[in-house]
């Protein structure tokens, strides 16, 4: 507990610390964007989601990563919370990231798994047996 607190104290002290520098704000935003993505927080949130989405289903990640190798880890985080059927807006909120940037992971996962312009990519990941 005192080491997340001194975590959370570091992090909100560099996030100050970009918000005091004399650059252009999208800089700024963007410094802050990269800070908040690698936020140990984030980490540790994320890692507590998987070990209980493992439980559900236990294998799911497994399964996916042996068949399709090709898969980077943020292609594998999308898969995960679309088979917990969540939507491109909460997963975007979820991972710090823009809905379109989303959409285009979801784009590149739809030619990788092998999905045709007619299949769902939600009910292909959902109905996967693992």
Same mark, same amino acid.
């Given at each position: 507990?005192?080491?997340?607190?001194?975590?959370?104290?570091? !992090?909100?002290?560099?996030?100050?610390?970009?918000?005091?520098?004399?650059?252009?704000?999208?800089?700024?935003?963007?410094?802050?964007?990269?800070?908040?993505?690698?936020?140990? #927080?984030?980490? &540790?949130?994320?890692?507590?989601? #998987?070990?209980?989405?493992?439980?559900?289903?236990?294998? !799911?990640?497994?399964?996916?990563?042996?068949?399709?190798?090709?898969?980077?880890?943020?292609?594998?985080? $999308?898969?995960? =919370?679309?088979?917990?059927? =969540?939507?491109?807006?909460?997963?975007?909120? $979820?991972?710090?990231?823009?809905?379109?940037?989303?959409?285009?992971?979801? #784009?590149?996962?739809?030619?990788? #798994?092998?999905?045709? &312009?007619?299949?769902? =990519?939600? $009910? !292909? $990941?959902?109905?996967?047996?693992?």
């Amino acid at each position: 507990m005192v080491i997340q607190m001194e975590e959370t104290s570091r !992090f909100k002290s560099e996030i100050l610390t970009i918000t005091k520098l004399e650059e252009k704000p999208s800089e700024i935003k963007r410094k802050i964007v990269l800070k908040l993505r690698n936020s140990p #927080l984030l980490r &540790d949130s994320w890692e507590s989601y #998987l070990e209980s989405f493992r439980k559900v289903h236990p294998y !799911f990640q497994e399964v996916l990563e042996s068949e399709y190798k090709n898969l980077t880890s943020m292609e594998v985080k $999308i898969c995960i =919370l679309i088979r917990a059927g =969540l939507k491109s807006e909460v997963i975007s909120q $979820i991972l710090s990231l823009s809905e379109r940037t989303i959409e285009n992971h979801r #784009l590149r996962l739809r030619k990788k #798994l092998g999905l045709s &312009d007619r299949e769902s =990519l939600g $009910i !292909f $990941i959902r109905q996967r047996k693992r």
